[in-house]
């Protein structure tokens, strides 16, 4: 089942926070966390696997919680260069072999 | 970069018509992906790879086939395109699976009138 990703859109001034959640009606075993630019492909920005562990990238970090099934994204100290769309994507069965996204979160950033 | 190319990269062509996407990798990565990307529904997983001959179907598999003769080429097929796969199309690939990056091509966009 498509993991369900919140808010839908977020408005944001250079320099402020934002949190982009990810949740899903099943176990998980991970969380893939992408963002995708206007008129481009999809870039990996993290995996969080089974454990709970936090990851950074930048001014990027997440966080996974196994027992909520659910992962948060953290953008920190925003600047224009984070505006995008955020997918956060779960693996579709227990083997691994692939990902199902979510609809995404679109993130404006203004200076 | 990923060694990925999608081609080609915009295709515009008639309802009824065979159209056939490829997707070349020069990673040697085991599995590859076919995605549609459609406004308000994000990505969604048409056909996957898991090895040379091996494929299996994704959430909207329906009026679309693969093949993957070789371990670098991964073949998505419209056999007769209509207008609601109208899209864009990314390839991506993966070392091993759900528990790996994905790396995505450019992506195709296809017009079907």
């Known amino acids: 089942q498509q993991p369900v990703q919140s808010p839908q859109a977020v408005i944001l001034r250079e320099g402020e926070d934002a949190v982009i959640n990810c949740s899903s009606s099943?176990?998980?075993?991970?969380v893939h966390w992408y963002r995708q630019k206007h008129g481009e492909a999809p870039v990996f920005l993290m995996i969080?696997?089974?454990?709970?562990e936090q990851k950074g990238h930048e001014k990027i970090s997440a966080s996974f919680n196994e027992k909520k099934q659910q992962s948060s994204l953290y953008l920190t100290a925003s600047q224009l260069s984070y505006s995008g769309t955020y997918f956060c994507g779960t693996e579709r069965n227990q083997a691994g072999t692939a990902l199902i996204f979510g609809k995404g979160t679109t993130l404006s950033v203004s200076s | 970069d990923a060694g990925i190319t999608q081609s080609p990269r915009h295709k515009v062509t008639e309802t009824g018509t065979p159209v056939t996407l490829r997707c070349h990798q020069t990673?040697?990565?085991?599995?590859m992906y076919w995605y549609r990307q459609d406004p308000g529904h994000g990505l969604r997983l048409i056909h996957y790879s898991y090895g040379v001959k091996d494929t299996d179907k994704g959430e909207v598999s329906d009026g679309y086939s693969v093949s993957r003769s070789k371990t670098e080429d991964f073949l998505l097929t419209l056999e007769s395109a209509t207008s609601s796969q109208t899209s864009v199309y990314f390839c991506?690939?993966?070392?091993?699976?759900?528990?790996?990056?994905?790396?995505f091509g450019d992506g195709t966009r296809l017009s079907i009138l």
């Open positions: 969080l696997l089974k454990g709970g």
């Open positions: 990673e040697n990565h085991r599995y």
């Open positions: 099943k176990a998980l075993y991970s």
């Open positions: 991506a690939i993966s070392a091993s699976g759900g528990r790996q990056p994905q790396h």
